[in-house]
């Protein structure tokens, strides 16, 4: 199994079950249109990297979408930071020596983001690249630290402060990557049109 792995936490684009604060703004068509664009990119993004890839689906595996050359897993948990957890361990039970995750809204992500926290990880336990709204788009470990992923306030912009807190009071070496922004709001994705 690869040393390197990356995992990419997706949802399927239907109406009503994506981009929800985007909904409120446009409607549930329009952001699962939104969402498909962030899809699309993150697929083209990511197509060609050099290391193992595995998306992770929310509710349902499609098996006949645009990830068909990654590998395939369904979510499991009860909420996010179970479900990355859960990810990360089979990715680390599996041989990996150095997991990512991202997920799909970030059109500032290049590839460029990708290698540097997998070189960061050459000095730090711990990478985070963090968004302009206080929480990640970006989060590798070489080995599993599940504190993490507990009691933690995701989607809330206190988020990456208290996962920094975790890690100083842990003493866990980390590294941060730039700044950049997810899309969360219409007003984030009307910067990118």
Not at 128 to 149: A, E, N, R, V
Not at 161 to 184: C, F, M, R, S, W
């Amino acid at each position: 199994m690869a040393v390197e792995q990356l995992i990419i936490f997706v949802k399927n684009p239907i109406p009503g079950t994506v981009k929800t604060r985007i909904a409120r703004t446009v409607g549930n068509d329009k952001a699962a249109e939104v969402y498909r664009h962030l899809i699309a990119y993150t697929q083209s993004l990511t197509r060609m990297l050099p290391w193992h890839r595995t998306v992770y689906y929310a509710d349902f595996v499609n098996p006949n979408d645009g990830w068909n050359s990654y590998e395939k897993q369904l979510q499991q948990g009860t909420d996010l930071g179970e479900r990355m957890l859960n990810a990360f361990r089979e990715r680390f039970k599996a041989g990996a020596q150095r997991v990512l995750i991202i997920g799909s809204d970030c059109l500032d992500l290049r590839a460029e983001h990708l290698k540097k926290a997998f070189r960061a990880l050459d000095s730090a336990d711990v990478v985070i690249g963090p968004t302009s709204d206080g929480g990640y788009y970006l989060l590798g470990m070489k080995q599993l630290h599940p504190f993490l992923f507990e009691n933690k306030p995701w989607s809330q912009p206190d988020l990456l402060n208290l996962t920094l807190k975790d890690l100083q009071q842990k003493g866990v070496p980390y590294a941060l990557l730039e700044e950049l922004t997810d899309i969360d709001e219409w007003e984030d994705y009307l910067r990118y049109i």
